[in-house]
Antibody, heavy 119, light 107 residues
Framework: QVQLVQSGAEVKKSGASVKVSCKAS????????MHWVRQAPGQGLEWMGI????????SFAQKFQGRVTVTRDTSTSAVYMELSSLRSEDTAVYYC????????????WGQGTLVTVSS | DIQMTQSPSSLSASVGDRVTITCRAS??????LNWYQQKPEKAPVLLIY???TLQSGVPSRFSGSGSGTDFTLTISSLQPEDFATYYC?????????FGQGTKLEIK
């Protein structure tokens, strides 16, 4: 079955960077798109960005442009999201989510990674 | 960006009730509308995609309808496991925006 397994919780200082991984199994990794979605404590879902199957195309929400990098490693079936210049407002659970197409629904989700930013 | 507005923000209902949640887009998104269910401390789960197509494994008491700017999610007969937060999301154009969520609580 399809599984997306994310790396563990992180605690970072303001101004630092964090890199979250998402390892896929149970499907053809090179055929699917991956999104990153975050959820601040007690808040709703916020889409951050997408990476194409070959890693050559990405798109990010404007508020994250310049601060977020998403890469994928075909050899390990993993996708990575790095967020830099962290501030307290970045404290959230970060999810990876799979879609079958650029415009597809998010049919499989990782378990989430809590990133806590402290001053 | 396309704004997604859900109503109501919260809803109290009883087991067996029929419930409808509404989602409105700030511009036409055709049928590029998806619905997710999220339980506390869990990742969201896809219920319905393309406005009205039930995701595999989702009970048939869930249904979706609408196109253009107005959409609805209906649960025909609430079960105890349905008490959760529901989100709509547009996948018409990036950034893919979500509604603010509707928290469905037990009356």
């Amino acid at each position: 079955q399809v599984q997306l397994v994310q790396s563990g919780a992180e605690v970072k200082k303001s101004g630092a960077s964090v890199k979250v991984s998402c390892k896929a199994s149970g499907y053809t990794f090179t055929s699917n798109y991956m999104h990153w979605v975050r959820q601040a404590p007690g808040q709703g879902l916020e889409w951050m960005g997408i990476i194409s199957p070959n890693g050559l195309s990405t798109s990010f929400a404007q508020k994250f442009q310049g601060r977020v990098t998403v890469t994928r490693d075909t050899s390990t079936s993993a996708v990575y999201m790095e967020l830099s210049s962290l501030r307290s407002e970045d404290t959230a659970v970060y999810y990876c989510a799979n879609s079958g197409g650029w415009y597809g629904p998010f049919d499989y989700w990782g378990q989430g990674t809590l990133v806590t930013v402290s001053s | 960006d396309i704004q997604m507005t859900q109503s109501p923000s919260s809803l109290s209902a009883s087991v067996g009730d029929r419930v409808t949640i509404t989602c409105r887009a700030s511009q036409s998104i055709s049928n590029s509308l998806n619905w997710y269910q999220q339980k506390p401390e869990k990742a969201p789960v896809l219920l319905i995609y393309a406005a009205s197509t039930l995701q595999s494994g989702v009970p048939s008491r869930f249904s979706g309808s609408g196109s253009g700017t107005d959409f609805t999610l209906t649960i025909s007969s609430l079960q105890p496991e349905d008490f959760a937060t529901y989100y709509c999301q547009q996948s018409s154009s990036t950034p893919y925006t979500f509604g603010q969520g509707t928290k469905l609580e037990i009356k």
